[in-house]
């Protein structure tokens, strides 16, 4: 089984590439049956290019498809994740946090997908997380720090289903674990999610996340979406690795 996809300029993360979860997100519908996914990144995600599927005896390879320059971009496997002991502080603590969120010129990838405050709406997710400090007291519900944000899904988000696609929510899943992490820069390495239950776009999502530890250069986070309610929709496990800077982008 071999299947093609492409990853559009729209949806970068680095300057001149793939964001890393909504790029792990797609290729993950290549593995319906999985109940959660791991992804595990190799190389800058290429935009505009087709990437192929291979499988393999775990899961797949997801590469270029030029076999003379053949590069592994990501491989996935099936995997099985526990629910997170976490819980929304509410759409109003998450709000005022997102207040606090760094201007473009203090981001040091100002124009992603997910986080890019250089992103008009409805272009970008515009997921602005930080630290939670709600003056109006409500208090953080949970043992451990977290960052928190609103993010309204647009109608473009939706599938012919009506509802949120996977990769949209699995980008959402990404970024704010980085800000959890608090340290700049760095990449995502791998990435572990599993989707309970994909909404529709009409209402606001809260999402959360926060540390779980660190060896060395890797940094460890987990990061969730909730209804305004408090419902738990998706969930993920991540490792980001440190590095010493982003390569700039190709065109000013």
Known sequence: MTETFCILKRFNGPHDSGNGGYSAGLAAQLLPKANAVEATLRAPIPLEQTLRAHETETGLDIMTDDASTRILIMSLKPTWLDTPDVKSPGLEAATVAAAAFRNAEDHVLPHCFVCGPARPPGDGLRIFSDWL????????????????????????????????????????????????????????????????????????????????????????????????????????????????????????
Not at 193 to 221: C, L, M, N, Y
Not at 224 to 242: P, V
């Open 133 to 252: 400090k709600d003056p109006s007291g409500i208090e953080n519900p949970n043992t451990f720090p977290i960052v928190a944000a609103p993010w309204q899904p647009t109608p473009d988000l939706a599938d012919a289903s009506g509802h949120i696609a996977p990769e949209f929510m699995w980008a959402a899943l990404d970024c704010p674990g980085a800000f959890a992490v608090d340290k700049e820069p760095i990449l995502l390495g791998r990435m572990a999610a599993k989707i309970i239950e994909r909404p529709t776009p009409e209402a606001p999502i809260v999402t959360v996340a926060w540390s779980t530890g660190q060896d060395r250069r890797k940094h460890f986070a987990g990061t969730a979406l909730f209804t305004e309610a408090g419902k738990l929709l998706a969930f993920s496990q991540q490792i980001w690795i440190q590095i010493d800077q982003h390569a700039a982008p190709k065109e000013l």
